[in-house]
């Protein structure tokens, strides 16, 4: 099972799937001779990457952190990412034995269409939401560019991952506490409201980076920064803040999209950084 013990919570990782998509939106201004050592792309320049969603068990509370691409894709949109889900974030839930009631809140760390997918479920053709007891915590500047996306944006924030939630939804304004060992704290650039979500149990911190840095690749470079960032600038400086955080902190960082090293801690050496992956321990 891929779970760590953090203090008193429990972490479940919960793989909604894995796609294929351009290594060059992945890996942004960073030249492709370089990335592909990271990332070996297949024949049409595309890196798998996975669907990493988080169970955090903690406070009496069942909370999911990201709810994947969802099963709402057509064939041909799936095939397109060529995407694989094997039943997907559900059926991971079924096999720690918990149905979609069970979940209390659930934390979109920004709205884009591969952490928000499974926020909704088809039933007879009408998106419901997928957790029905459920609520959904987004920051509320994020909420509001998703509900009115630009040219650039419309082929994500789509508006049955948002419109069957809006009874469901508690819009944060920047860093909030959800439970006491559970807190999103705002993490700019990638989107302009982009969050992250800290745990604190005993003494021990986890972040779930979300897409500030998908891969191990992009907390060990600064520089290295995805070419769908809406302000690259802020997310150069919130890394730096990041990173800084996790070495002083020995924060144990879950990572959303590396299909390798879900979760790990960055150590510095000779001023180098490095990913070093934990292991589960249940
Ligand atoms: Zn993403």
């Not at 799936?78 to 659930?106: I, Y």
């Not at 979500?197 to 500030?212: P, Y």
């Not at 960055?266 to 934990?278: N, P, Q, V, Y």
Request: hydrophobic share 40%; aromatic share 6%; charged share 25%.
């Amino acid at each position: 099972m891929h779970t760590i013990t953090l203090g008193q919570a429990r972490l479940t990782l919960l793989r909604d799937g894995t796609f294929w998509m351009d290594g060059g939106g992945l890996f942004g201004l960073v030249p492709r001779t370089l990335w592909v050592r990271q990332a070996p792309p297949d024949d049409l320049n595309r890196v798998e990457m996975a669907l990493n969603c988080l169970l955090i068990e903690a406070d009496g509370q069942c909370i999911l952190v990201e709810t994947g691409m969802g099963a709402k894709l057509s064939e041909r949109e799936a095939g397109f990412f060529s995407l694989k889900r094997d039943g997907g974030l559900t059926a991971r839930l079924a096999e720690l034995g918990r149905s979609p009631a069970d979940v209390d809140l659930v934390i979109n760390t920004h709205l884009h269409n591969d952490h928000a997918g499974g926020n909704t479920t088809l039933v007879d053709g009408q998106a419901v939401p997928t957790f029905p007891r459920a609520t959904y915590c987004v920051q509320r500047r994020e909420w509001a560019d998703a509900l009115f996306p630009d040219e650039r944006t419309r082929a994500t924030y789509l508006s049955d991952n948002l419109q069957p939630i809006a009874g469901q939804v508690r819009l944060l304004a920047g860093d909030e506490r959800l439970t006491p060992s559970v807190r999103c704290v705002v993490t700019r650039g990638h989107t302009l409201a982009h969050q992250s979500v800290l745990i604190e149990s005993d003494g021990q911190r986890a972040l779930f980076v979300g897409d500030l840095g998908p891969f191990a690749v992009h907390m060990e470079r600064l520089a290295w920064i995805t070419a769908f960032d809406t302000e690259p600038l802020e997310t150069l400086e919130t890394k730096r803040a990041i990173v800084r955080l996790a070495l002083e902190d020995d924060l144990l960082l879950i990572l959303d999209h590396d299909p390798r090293v879900p979760w790990g801690r960055l150590r510095e050496r000779d001023g180098k950084l490095t990913f070093e992956s934990a292991t589960s321990n249940q």
